[in-house]
């Protein structure tokens, strides 16, 4: 399974950003996709996810001024993240929540992108 994401860099405050992932090689529909963010030094946080069924999570952080797309056949997801400030800048990850089958049994994976830096600073 690949994750594939696009977009990122650098924007000042106050900026828009729209990050892109593109899954593949998985053997169907991720059960949901969205994006984490790690800052240096700290956890790696949930922004935003959305499943297959439609729940649809921000964080609080995110609410307002993020907004998670989705297209569920094409396993692609994307973010647009508004209203950017320099406590956004992170690395961060596309997700996708789905399986591997090994030996005829389901495992539940979480599948991770490579990262794409984002740097909100004037």
């Known amino acids: 399974v690949r994750l594939v994401e696009s977009g990122g860099g650098l924007v000042q405050p106050g900026g828009t950003v729209t990050l892109s992932c593109a899954g593949s090689g998985h053997p169907a529909t991720f059960d949901a996709m969205g994006w984490f963010r790690q800052a240096p030094g700290q956890p790696r946080d949930l922004v935003a996810s959305l499943t297959t069924s439609e729940t649809l999570y921000y964080a609080p952080f995110a609410e307002g001024r993020f907004t998670l797309s989705r297209d569920i056949a094409k396993n692609t997801v994307a973010i647009e993240m508004n209203d950017l400030r320099p406590e956004d800048t992170a690395v961060y990850y596309c997700?996708?929540?789905?399986?591997?089958?090994?030996?005829?049994?389901?495992?539940?994976?979480?599948?991770w992108g490579q990262g794409t830096q984002v740097t909100v600073s004037s």
């Open positions: 997700a996708a929540w789905g399986y591997s089958m090994t030996d005829g049994k389901r495992y539940e994976r979480l599948f």
